[in-house]
């Protein structure tokens, strides 16, 4: 989890992104949602909260003495073995049969009226343990696929056989690792009424297919083909460089001394991971714990321990990149500051420039520039052996 959080601190604008804008993302989340409004509101006052809190802990890189935390070691000239990044046509194929399935449409079964496997059943359901309806356990008009395995074991199986129109009462058990801990090895009953069937039509690939996307320039089978392609190239590139630059970064670090980062500093990147996790759960529509189990399989006091650790190394980090940003006197001048949010604020979902200036915090946004800035010297002045090469 440490690599995870260090990268998405210290990747460029990934601060602005967080403090920035999701806060009103979450908001828009968990209005869209009518299943989970009660968990969802709990969510969004969480958000707002840690979006606060983390705005209360207003430390910038330059308020910071960063002598009195880093003495440099080597940083210039480090060795990292990373795999040159290739795309494969197996990989592009892939991408291709995903949008394909990312596009296919549902259509009502009228043939038959009983559930089979590879339906979608649209459901209305409602769980309950001991007689009583548990949290999370009811909705309606719910399109489940079946065979999916979206649903605890039994649930989807139990289906199979019933005619639409038709309840059924569903006596489960759910497993005991299940990630609500008052639910786990539980056994329930859902009341399952099947509404209708229906089953996916995949789309095939051709011109037709290709020029209803509105790409430009993109309106064949070969030009799609090339464009996924190139999409995908620079997703390998994206990634190989920043492989290797907190390979560097980790490098530079341990060849470094330092001392324990000020409170505010981890503070703050403690709020803005705990500000990304709340975003997080609200696209899915569940608590914060809930989604720490299910997504990371650790429970709470786990995470917090390893939180609060990840944010000390993600303030270290920041850190020795700005010391050696004053050593090596990189800058972020306005001009940098105007030009990349020129570049970005479409694409963070600003409808413009004002609005990004009016909503994100320039400091903040200053320091990201800055933090990617030195990545960006490490490479340049680090050496990167190729893993294939290495193994010679």
């Known amino acids: 989890m440490k690599n995870r959080f260090l990268k998405w601190v210290l990747l460029a604008m990934a601060c602005v992104q967080i403090v920035g804008c999701q806060a009103a993302d979450t908001q828009q989340a968990a209005e869209e949602s009518t299943e989970q409004a009660t968990v969802e509101a709990t969510t969004e006052e969480a958000t707002e909260e840690a979006v606060e809190e983390a705005q209360e802990a207003k430390l910038y890189l330059e308020d910071i ?65 001991d007689g009583v309806a548990f949290d999370g356990g009811t909705a309606a008009g719910y399109d489940l696929e079946i065979g999916s395995g979206s649903f605890i074991p039994g649930f989807e199986e139990g289906l199979v056989g019933v005619k639409v129109g038709e309840t059924k009462d569903l006596t489960l058990t759910f497993p005991e690792n299940y990630q609500a801990a008052d639910l786990a090895g539980q056994e329930v009953v859902f009341t399952v009424t099947v509404n209708s069937i229906s089953s996916y039509t995949t789309p095939e690939l051709n011109d037709e297919f290709v020029s209803n996307f509105g790409i430009e320039g993109v309106t064949t089978v070969e030009e799609f083909e090339a464009y996924a392609k190139e999409g995908l190239e620079m997703e390998a590139e994206n990634s190989y460089r920043t492989n290797v630059q907190m390979q560097l970064l980790t490098l530079a670090v341990q060849n470094a001394t330092m001392k324990e980062p000020p409170a505010e500093l981890v503070a703050k990147y403690k709020n803005m991971n705990a500000s990304q996790m709340e975003y997080q759960a609200a696209m899915y529509g569940v608590d914060v714990e809930t989604f720490i189990q299910g997504y990371y399989g650790v429970d709470m006091a786990t995470y917090e321990a390893e939180m609060e650790a990840g944010a000390i190394e993600t303030a270290k980090q920041a850190l020795l990149c700005y010391k050696i940003a004053l050593v090596e006197n990189l800058q972020v001048t306005e001009e940098d500051i105007n030009t990349s949010i020129e570049a970005n604020y479409a694409a963070m979902g600003y409808p413009s420039v004002e609005t990004f200036k009016e909503n994100v915090d320039l400091k903040e946004y200053k320091d990201s520039l800055l933090l990617d800035k030195v990545m960006s010297f490490l490479m340049e002045n680090g050496e990167v052996i190729n893993e294939v090469e290495s193994l010679q």
């Not at 990373?82 to 046509?89: A, L, N, R």
């Not at 291709?96 to 596009?103: A, H, K, R, V």
């Open 65 to 129: 003495n960063v002598d009195d935390y880093v003495t440099l070691g080597e940083y210039k000239g480090l060795q990292v073995i990373q795999s040159k990044p290739e795309v494969t046509q197996e990989e592009i194929d892939s991408f291709i049969q995903y949008t394909l399935s990312s596009s296919r449409s549902l259509e009502e079964i009228t043939d038959r009226d009983t559930v089979q496997n590879g339906d979608v059943a649209n459901i209305d359901y409602e769980g309950k343990k």
